[in-house]
């Protein structure tokens, strides 16, 4: 018997993605639910060779649904996920709702298996930032290797990290320049078509973004609370795929070529590192792939036991769908769900 599983919020860029997902790695699901608010109950989505009619999340019963992707906002998490987890569905939310609670596991696959036992606590199981997933697959590894003492990134985000609405926007800005028509500006606090955007998220009483401020909390929750982390996030002018520049300072001797071997061989990795022209990822090459791709490895020899690298990834997947059906997987592997049976 399969798994019953509903996605709330299935109309938006990564609810979409995370049906595509489910199909394409063949998820022990007997049924799939599409979810959404009441104004896009009726939508039609697709899930492998069939169409599937959205329902409405406030009316929808999850006392026969074992898993449900919430992909549907902060706020619709926040008051929905406990109830859906009383219900005794397991939640795996893809916003920032949980992520910091105590009582809910923060989980990247590749990373932190084991901490998704907490999840009962709850019922509900957080996924991290998209920045913060593609960044910790690549770091695991190598902390474990050599033990990471202080990372500095810098991020370049795609527009889609901020929705169908970033992504809509650039490409009205971009066709407006092109045609010589005003460029309006609604999602973004600057235009984004042909400039770059150092903000992420709201600003903090210390003058980082919340997405930097993120990406150091989780860090420090997922891998090791002793890493000093530093992070400076900026919007890009690209529609899928972030990238992010890394400098690890060790506390332990790492070379290059150490950490290309220890990578090459690292669940959920992939090298592409030949120093020659296009011997390395770029974000349109990400897009649609699961793989964090890694390149520019050197090292950094204005500090003992530095490195640098490139790390790019398809935010859509790795950083937000993908990463959600992959803890489904992992909770089904572990023997910690079973699918439910309705009574007779």
Same mark, same amino acid.
């Given at each position: ?27 022990? &699901? ?25 329902? #409405?999340?406030?009316?929808? #019963? ?38 910091? #609670? ?114 150091? &909390? ?68 990400? &897009? ?57």
């Amino acid at each position: 018997m399969g798994f019953k599983v509903a996605i709330a919020g299935a109309t938006g860029n990564v609810g979409r993605e995370m049906l595509s997902i489910l199909e394409e790695r063949g998820f022990p &699901a007997d049924e799939v639910v599409p979810l959404a608010s009441r104004r896009s109950q009726g939508t039609e989505v697709s899930y492998g060779d069939r169409t599937l009619k959205v329902r #409405d999340l406030a009316t929808y #019963d999850f006392s026969d649904t074992d898993i449900c992707l919430m992909s549907a906002g902060g706020n619709v998490s926040k008051e929905w996920s406990p109830k859906i987890g009383k219900q005794g569905c397991v939640v795996i939310d893809n916003s920032s709702a949980w992520r910091y #609670d105590q009582d809910v596991p923060l989980i990247v696959p590749e990373v932190n298996p084991d901490a998704i036992a907490q999840f009962t606590k709850r019922n509900i199981i957080a996924n991290p930032n998209c920045s913060t997933a593609q960044m910790l697959v690549t770091l695991k590894p190598l902390h474990d290797a050599a033990t990471i003492k202080r990372v500095v990134v810098s991020t370049y985000q795609s527009v889609s990290g901020a929705g169908k609405e970033g992504m809509d926007e650039l490409f009205t800005q971009t066709r407006a320049v092109f045609v010589a028509d005003p460029v309006e500006t609604k999602k973004f606090t600057k235009r984004i078509a042909f400039n770059v955007i150092p903000h992420i998220d709201v600003f903090m009483e210390d003058g980082s973004t919340k997405e930097e401020w993120k990406m150091v &909390a989780e860090t420090k929750k997922m891998l090791d609370p002793k890493i000093k982390v530093t992070a400076t996030c900026v919007r890009v002018p690209v529609f899928i795929g972030h990238s992010e520049a890394v400098n690890l300072e060790f506390e332990k001797p790492i070379t290059a070529d150490e950490a290309r071997d220890i990578l090459r061989e690292a669940p959920g990795c992939l090298v592409v590192d030949k120093r020659e022209n296009g011997g390395y990822i770029t974000p349109i090459e990400s &897009a649609g792939e699961d793989a964090t791709y890694i390149s520019r490895i050197r090292e950094d020899s204005t500090v003992d036991n530095g490195l640098n690298l490139w790390i790019v990834s398809d935010n859509l997947r790795k950083g937000a769908a993908l990463n959600a059906v992959q803890i489904a997987e992992l909770l089904i592997e572990r023997g910690l769900i079973q699918p439910t049976r309705k009574a007779a």
